[in-house]
């Protein structure tokens, strides 16, 4: 069965800090990735999408890909508390997987 | 810009009674349509898609249906609902793979 696996969490940093949420895929015929990030009781909010090696940077998020390792992850740079939530990652080579999600928490 | 719309935000409904979610998408045509589920403190799980009018795939046998009758509605339906039912239930939508999907606003089911 094709999965998608992250650490449960929660993590938690301070503020100001740089957060590092990882994910592993396992099937290699994944294409596109993304994150998506999940406040308490809210909708998925998609954040960052990435479909090569490398590093894809958005403002303070940094997505990066490894086919090879078959490893994503997504770091955040000046983390503040308004980043506390759950971020989910996803790969997509038929369909679209989840993985179960990160909770992240920045204290102040 | 494209926008999608679920209701209601949230739902009461004694087991044993039927269940109606909608779900419209505006400002875009032939979308890709997702029904998910998640229940408290756990992952995204797909019900059923649809890639056009009358094109609806089950990913999960279950007591639940689902229904495209119009190219930017989707419908969530059951006809008994079960306490295993309650949950949040999300819509989703894309214009193609690899495009990751949008989400509605999700509509919060509690089976009592």
């Known amino acids: 069965q094709k999965e998608v696996e992250q650490n449960s969490g929660p993590l938690s940093v301070p503020e100001g800090a740089i957060a590092s949420l990882n994910c592993t895929y396992s099937?290699?015929?994944?294409?596109?990735f993304f994150w998506y990030r999940q406040y308490s009781g809210k909708s998925p909010e998609l954040i960052m999408s990435i479909y090569s090696n490398g590093d894809k940077e958005d403002g303070r998020f940094t997505a990066q890909l490894n086919k090879a390792s078959q490893y994503v992850s997504l770091l955040i740079r000046d983390s503040q508390p308004s980043d506390s939530a759950t971020y989910l990652c996803?790969?997509?080579?038929?369909?679209?997987?989840f993985g179960q999600g990160t909770e992240l928490s920045v204290k102040p | 810009s494209q926008t999608i719309h679920q209701w209601p935000a949230t739902l009461v409904q004694p087991v044993g009674s039927p269940l109606s979610l909608e779900c419209t998408v505006e400002g875009t045509s032939n979308p890709n349509l997702y029904w998910y589920r998640q229940a408290a403190g756990r992952g995204l799980q797909l019900l059923f898609y649809s890639v056009g009018i009358g094109q609806i795939s089950s990913e999960v046998p279950q007591n639940l249906s689902a229904s495209r009758p119009q190219d930017r509605q989707f419908i969530l339906s059951s006809k008994k609902l079960l306490l295993s039912d309650s949950g949040f239930y999300l819509c989703?939508?894309?214009?193609?793979?690899?495009?990751?999907?949008?989400f509605g606003s999700g509509t919060r089911l509690t089976v009592v």
């Open positions: 996803a790969a997509q080579g038929g369909k679209l997987i």
């Open positions: 989703a939508w894309t214009r193609d793979r690899g495009f990751g999907y949008t």
């Open positions: 099937d290699r015929g994944s294409q596109s």
